[in-house]
C-alpha cells in the first residue's frame, strides 16, 4: 500500500459523457501527479500540481482538466469522452517538487472504459 | 515524444534463469529511475541512479546507468515468479524541471 488513494476503481461510462476521477495523496506530501496508460502508449504524464498550483504539463488534451485542493487531494476532470480515452489513470505523490532523487507514489489506479 | 525504448517488450523465462532488460535512449537523463508494476496496481520504486557508470544492487537485481547518461540496464538473477511484472524505466532530462519520461516497458513473465 502507498498511502495514495484513488477513487473510483472501474468507471464505465458513455462518449460524450464527463467523468470526475479523485486521488488522495500520501500524509505530508505536496506533489502530486496525473499519468494515463495505454496499451499503445505506455505511461504517459499529464500533469503536476504542488501545493495547490500547477506546476508542469505534459501531454494532456483540452478536453481534460485538474486540480489541487487546500487539502492537497486532486481531481482530473474529463469531458467530451472518445473511445480512446479509455486508458488506466494513475495518480502519484511525492514530498518534493522536483529533483533527482524525487520518488513518486502511486495509487492504484482508475481504470476508465469508454463505451 | 518517446524518449526511452525498453528492449525486449516481452520476456517470458523459467525461474532460476537470468536475464537483462535495457533502457535506451539518444537524450541525456540527469536522473534515472526503474519502476515495478504488478497487476493491478500501481508501478513502485526500485532505484534511482544518477551518475554515469553508476551501479546498484538491490539483492537479485543490478542496475547500471550508462556512461554517457543515456542508457540503463537491469539484469536479475535466478529470477523468481516474484520478479513478474512490468519493468518501467523513467529519466529526467535536465534542466526541464519535474518531469519524468518514461519508457515503454518490459513485460517480464517467470514460469515456475
Known amino acids: 500500500d502507498s498511502g495514495v488513494t484513488q477513487t473510483p476503481k472501474h468507471l464505465i461510462t458513455a462518449t460524450g459523457q464527463r467523468v470526475t476521477l479523485r486521488c488522495s495523496p500520501r500524509?505530508?506530501?505536496?506533489?502530486v501527479y496525473w499519468y494515463q496508460q495505454s496499451l499503445d502508449q505506455g505511461l504517459q504524464f499529464l500533469i503536476q500540481y504542488y501545493n495547490g498550483e500547477e506546476r508542469a504539463k505534459g501531454n494532456i488534451l483540452e478536453r481534460f482538466s485538474a486540480q489541487q485542493f487546500p487539502d492537497l487531494h486532486s481531481e482530473l476532470n474529463l469531458s467530451s469522452l472518445e473511445l480512446g480515452d479509455s486508458a488506466l489513470y494513475f495518480c502519484a505523490s511525492s514530498v518534493a517538487l522536483a529533483g533527482r532523487y524525487n520518488e513518486q507514489f502511486f495509487g492504484p489506479g482508475t481504470r476508465l472504459t469508454v463505451l | 515524444t518517446q524518449l526511452l525504448e525498453q528492449s525486449p517488450q516481452f520476456l517470458s523465462i523459467q525461474e532460476g534463469e537470468n536475464l537483462t532488460v535495457y533502457c535506451n535512449s539518444s537524450?541525456?537523463?540527469?536522473?534515472l529511475q526503474w519502476y515495478r508494476q504488478e497487476p493491478g496496481e500501481g508501478p513502485v520504486l526500485l532505484v534511482t541512479v544518477v551518475t554515469g557508470g553508476e551501479v546498484k544492487k538491490l539483492k537479485r537485481l543490478t542496475f547500471q546507468f550508462g556512461d554517457a547518461r543515456k542508457d540503463s540496464s537491469l539484469h536479475i538473477t535466478a529470477a523468481q515468479p516474484g520478479d513478474t511484472g512490468l519493468y518501467l524505466c523513467?529519466?529526467?532530462?535536465?534542466?526541464?524541471?519535474?518531469?519524468?519520461?518514461f519508457g515503454t516497458g518490459t513485460s517480464l513473465t517467470v514460469i515456475p
Open positions: 500524509s505530508g506530501d505536496l506533489s
Open positions: 523513467a529519466g529526467l532530462p535536465p534542466n526541464t524541471g519535474n518531469q519524468f519520461y
Open positions: 537524450s541525456v537523463f540527469s536522473s
